[in-house]
């Protein structure tokens, strides 16, 4: 997961806005039910062997993040992206005084953009160096992916939950009702974006499993390892080669 970047919430408003024919006298005792629609992606991952190891690494320095030994020749990044979008309906209250505008639904959009693999062009293809290193980036990937699949029942409860104590606004003519709509899509925003906050950390984490010393140390040992057969195969060949 080397490098994370968070996109500033993006807020969309639209209008999908109705009237209602019953007017009311005030906002107070409307129904506040929006439907929730979650929707994801897990982008197009991409293939960088264009880069050194020693741009690798400073591209991971740019980010934050240094990793030691093999997995120096590697990186893989993504972007998470986030955004909402609130679709209203308008109650005309009684003798013009206004209207009250009510959320019914809210559109919620929670993935990653850009996925990429950086590999070093300095390894040689099909090497054991090169194919661990590939193995460990392609592993951060899939982590990426189960831990925002795991998530996404999670956003549904959270936002239902965060829609269930939001309140009509309450505007005076019609020229108000887009400010409405960005009140109510910033009051879902600043609530939400902690959930996704969370989510990020909770993907830190699950990231941590992989990138540790323990970790990097066993990895490691199977190159030396298979090096090391690789090698006692091809003296043995030799010496078969003598007679």
Request: glycine letters at 6%; one cysteine or more; a positive charge.
């Amino acid at each position: 997961m080397k490098n994370l970047v968070i996109i500033l919430t993006f807020l969309c408003f639209w209008g999908g806005i109705l009237s209602n024919a019953a007017a009311r006298s005030s906002c107070s005792g409307l129904k506040v039910s929006p439907e929730i629609k979650v929707s994801t992606s897990f982008g197009q991952l991409r293939y960088d062997f264009s880069l050194n190891t020693d741009q690798i690494t400073r591209l991971k320095a740019q980010n934050g993040y240094r990793e030691s030994g093999l997995f120096i020749h590697g990186l893989a990044t993504l972007t998470v992206h986030n955004e909402y979008e609130v679709g209203v309906k308008r109650y005309p209250l009684d003798w013009g005084k206004g209207y009250c505008i009510v959320p019914v639904v809210v559109n919620i959009f929670v993935g990653y953009e850009t996925p990429r693999i950086y590999i070093s062009n300095e390894l040689e293809p099909d090497s054991c160096r090169y194919n661990l290193v590939l193995l460990h980036e392609q592993t951060h990937q899939r982590i990426n992916i189960a831990t925002l699949k795991y998530f996404l029942p999670i956003f549904e409860k959270a936002a239902a939950k965060i829609v269930k104590n939001m309140k009509p606004v309450k505007i005076t003519s019609k020229k108000q009702i887009d400010k409405a709509v960005e009140e109510i899509t910033k009051e879902f925003s600043d609530k939400f974006d902690k959930v996704v906050d969370l989510f990020v950390k909770e993907l830190a984490i699950e990231q941590g499993k992989l990138d540790n010393n323990i970790n990097y140390s066993m990895e490691t040992k199977l190159c030396r390892e298979f090096n090391s057969k690789k090698r006692q195969q091809s003296r043995q060949k030799s010496h078969q080669g003598n007679y």
